[in-house]
């Protein structure tokens, strides 16, 4: 299962030109995009040997032992990076030639890409869905060794792009993909932001591309509940919270957090935490 945070993180980034050249066998720990500018190579992606020309890609994902031969004077921009949030990846590495056995190193190893899409190792710019990949990746080099911030902030978020265009394409044309392992994800925030606004199972079951009676099942199982009581108790909180850190009326909290009335939210208060409005309030100012 893939991690829920896509946060692209480029570790190393540069124009490589060099005369034939070789590096010896490695197993990754991160991805390892490289284009084919000028000249020819011979990559070894887990013992399996291709011929890359100019105008080739090769991405190599973690886990799988690399050999990288140029076999002519070569120019090669690359790119070292993570897809998936590890909140230690700053100490994460490019590993280096012969270093095969990663079990000391395996809590930087990332996730690859095989539960959205399967990926060839070598491609070309036609397999992503922009037509622009070679002028993109050459574009997040750059940024990147700029080294500001911001720079290194675009670059990430260009190379994300990049690499979601590649997923998609991949993907065009397959009858089944990898499911969503939290559909419901949203949900939380959802609420949030509509509190005070009508919400109707429907319109959620729709947002899930779910039917309304297995939304409902599926919301039950991931919250315990269903959506009419989870939201009735997200109001109810919320009130609580506002009738302690406020001086607002009981009509305005009342109104903040869709209830009907002040006496449908005193009687929705009351029924869920055991008090009344006024009372929540009176204990606060007291304590």
Known sequence: MLPEVFCPYIRDADFAAR???RVSERRLLDYLLIYIQEGECEFKVNGFSKIYQARDFCLVQPSQTVELIGKTHTATPY???????NPHRE?????????LDLTAYSHFLQPTLDSLASIPTKFGEEDFAEPDATYDLKRIINLWNEGTKISRMESESLLGTLILGLVRTQNEGKATQAPNPNPLGWVTSYFSTHLSDPVSVEAMASRARLSTSRF?????ERFGTSPARY??????????ELLETSDW???HIAKLCGFADVHHFAKVFKKVSGKTPGEVRREKRGA
């Open 231 to 240: 939201l009735v108790l997200m109001r109810v909180r919320h009130a609580a």
């Open 249 to 251: 009326t009981l009509a």
């Open 79 to 85: 790119l070292h990076f993570d897809l998936w949030f």
């Open 91 to 99: 100490n994460s590495f490019a590993t280096r030639p012969g270093q």
């Open 19 to 21: 005369s034939p050249w």
């Open 216 to 220: 409902q099942a599926v919301f039950k």
